[in-house]
T-cell receptor
Framework: GQQLNQSPQSMFIQEGEDVSMNCTSSSIFNTWLWYKQDPGEGPVLLIALYKAGELTSNGRLTAQFGITRKDSFLNISASIPSDVGIYFC?????????????FGTGTRLTIIP | KAGVTQTPRYLIKTRGQQVTLSCSPISGHRSVSWYQQTPGQGLQFLFEYFSETQRNKGNFPGRFSGRQFSNSRSEMNVSTLELGDSALYLCASMGEYEQFFGPGTRLTVL
């Protein structure tokens, strides 16, 4: 099925560095969601964005819903070891009550000691 | 509110067998979706149920099926298991605008 273009695919950073990742799509969405997945577990919802231009923070995480409704980014400031994992974006489009969620391909974050 | 629950968490089967996985959504959620996740493949959408009806379907063979009960609990079934069916199977329930995932069932096919 369709997947969103998420970049970068992987990141290797040192503890304390800031992280930035983004998702782009050829389709518009009316909600953007960002998830983090730890190995062997289900994705956990980090941030939800509901309107174009919206900027939302959750602790050290900040995400924005692009003005065109076709993109979103996630920033993590001052990374810590527990930030390691795979981050997924997801775009939601509702159509006459039928929601369709499309996922990005994921960004794997690794922290180098 | 309790989150999405999935049972069992781990399962080992052999080729040719069939398996049934169970999911209980967040209370009040009527939409349940199933995903298959294999290393390097991301989240592959299987199907979505809403009010006991399959509303959306991904691109998987007919060996993969599901159903939803009147209490919104859902099951998915995989018949004639193949080695390639080894994966983490995730269930998610949809609120108004957000989808929440369960912990997954890790299926290993030997």
């Amino acid at each position: 099925g369709q997947q969103l273009n998420q970049s970068p695919q992987s990141m290797f950073i040192q503890e304390g560095e800031d992280v930035s990742m983004n998702c782009t799509s050829s389709s518009i969405f009316n909600t953007w969601l960002w998830y983090k997945q730890d190995p062997g577990e289900g994705p956990v919802l980090l941030i939800a964005l509901y309107k174009a231009g919206e900027l939302t923070s959750n602790g050290r995480l900040t995400a924005q819903f692009g003005i065109t409704r076709k993109d979103s980014f996630l920033n993590i400031s001052a990374s810590i070891p527990s930030d390691v994992g795979i981050y997924f974006c997801a775009g939601l489009m509702t159509n006459f009550g039928n929601e369709k969620l499309t996922f990005g391909t994921g960004t794997r974050l690794t922290i180098i000691p | 509110k309790a989150g999405v629950t999935q049972t069992p968490r781990y399962l080992i089967k052999t080729r040719g067998q069939q398996v049934t996985l169970s999911c209980s959504p967040i209370s009040g959620h009527r939409s349940v979706s199933w995903y298959q996740q294999t290393p390097g493949q991301g989240l592959q959408f299987l199907f979505e149920y809403f009010s006991e009806t399959q509303r959306n379907k991904g691109n998987f063979p007919g060996r993969f099926s599901g159903r939803q009960f009147s209490n919104s609990r859902s099951e998915m079934n995989v018949s004639t298991l193949e080695l390639g069916d080894s994966a983490l199977y995730l269930c998610a329930s949809m609120g108004e605008y957000e989808q929440f995932f369960g912990p997954g069932t890790r299926l290993t096919v030997l």
